[in-house]
Structure formats: C-alpha cells, structure tokens
C-alpha cells in the first residue's frame, strides 16, 4: 500500500495559464475525490469519482476546471486560464466504495498563480 | 444540512500539558465521525475514527468519544509533545456517506 500519491507537489504559474494535477489513488480503491484548501480553511470538496464515472460535482468547480478518469485508475485535474483566487492546496483521496468508509488523503498540490 | 463545527485556535500549550479540541456536529442520524490531523506543508491523515455512538477511537494517545447525546466529538490527549503541533480537523460524512465535510481546523502549538 504506497498511499495516495500527487504530481506535482509545487506549481508555480502565471495567471492564466493551464495547469494540471495527477493523482494515483491506493491501488485497490474504487472511490476519488478532489478537494481545495485555502490557508486557515478546512477542506472543501469538489468532486468525486466512483471508477471512472464522475458521480458529484461541487458549485466550487466552474467552467474552467475539468477532472477526468479516464480509466478508473489516476485522474486529472485540470484548471484553464487560472487566476489568483484558484492559488490554494488541490488535495486527492481515495476510499472503497460505501458511506462511512475511510477517506485516505494524498500529501496535496500546491498551487500559486502569480 | 450535515455540518461540523470545531474550537477556534489557535490552542497553545506547554509541554506534557493536556489537551482538548471541541467539535460538535449536526447530522441525520448517527454517521461515522473522524479526526485528521495536518502537519505543516502536508496533506491529511487520518488520526482516529469512530463509526458509532459510544465508540471511543483512540491513536498515537489522542482519544475521542462519539457522544450522541451532546453530539459532540472531542479530541483529548492526555499529555502533548512538541511533535503534536499541527492543524486538526474534526470531519463528517454526508450524502449517504458519499463525502467529508470538514470543520475549519485548530491549530496546535506546543512550546518545550
């Protein structure tokens, strides 16, 4: 069990460029879910998959965000034409399917757009 | 709707000190209850978990009790090391279990 694992940890860009996020969720969990995190705030989710259908989508993720997994697997996350309000922590967990079950968070992105 | 609600910090303490973080909830029901705890520049684990009322969850010597009938889930220690100092955050499933909502988070400091 390597955990959840995130790519990059550190990404620094200019405001409105792309960016993207990777994660590789624990090998045997079917559930992933994406969530931001502003400094001094608690998690905020945005959107969760159960394999690769995206099943929940937060009013947080607006047109310019797009996630995708593709095949069940990894997912992206995806932000178009960024701006400094999206400058925050994007944090990726993954769980087994079935309300209650443990939610496992990767070590997160960080995001700055300068 | 399904919501948590945690202590401000943030909470400063000495060394060997005890500890308590309050968090309170309000849900449909009796849903499974979490603390995580987020260590500067890292993202969450999970410290300790509690999937009824009565249960008491306990790790690394944090403990917390689900208690339904002040529906409250605090997080005690009995004597806090510097290693403790970190963000926790009080967490609770909602949409059939589907998601975590999230308390904002105490931060604690812990001086030698």
């Known amino acids: 069990d390597t955990g959840v694992s995130q790519d990059p940890r550190h990404k620094i860009t200019k405001r409105g460029q792309n960016v993207t996020f990777r994660c590789d969720p624990i090998s045997e969990h079917n559930r992933l879910y994406w969530y931001r995190q502003t400094l001094g705030q608690g998690p905020e989710f945005l959107t969760y998959?159960?394999?690769?259908?995206?099943?929940?989508k937060s009013r947080l993720l607006s047109d310019r965000f797009s996630a995708e997994r593709p095949k069940g697997s990894f997912s992206t996350l995806e932000i178009q034409r960024t701006e400094q309000g999206d400058s925050a922590m994007y944090l990726c967990?993954?769980?087994?399917?079935?309300?209650?079950?443990?939610?496992?968070f990767g070590e997160g992105s960080w995001l700055t757009v300068v | 709707g399904d919501s948590v609600t945690q202590m401000e910090g943030p909470v400063t303490l000495s060394e060997e000190a005890f500890l308590t973080i309050n968090c309170t909830y309000t849900?449909?029901?009796?849903?499974?209850l979490f603390w995580y705890v987020q260590y500067p520049g890292e993202g969450l684990q999970l410290l300790l978990k509690?999937?009824?009322?009565?249960d008491k969850g306990s790790n690394k010597g944090f403990e917390a009790t689900y208690r339904k009938e002040t529906t409250s889930f605090h997080l005690e220690k009995g004597s806090v090391q510097v290693s403790d100092s970190a963000v926790y955050f009080c967490a609770l499933p909602y949409n059939a279990g589907n998601m975590l909502t999230f308390g904002g988070g105490t931060r604690l400091m812990v001086k030698p």
């Open positions: 849900a449909t029901g009796y849903p499974s």
């Open positions: 998959f159960q394999n690769e259908a995206q099943l929940e």
């Open positions: 509690a999937t009824k009322a009565d």
């Open positions: 967990a993954s769980s087994l399917a079935g309300g209650g079950n443990t939610i496992y």
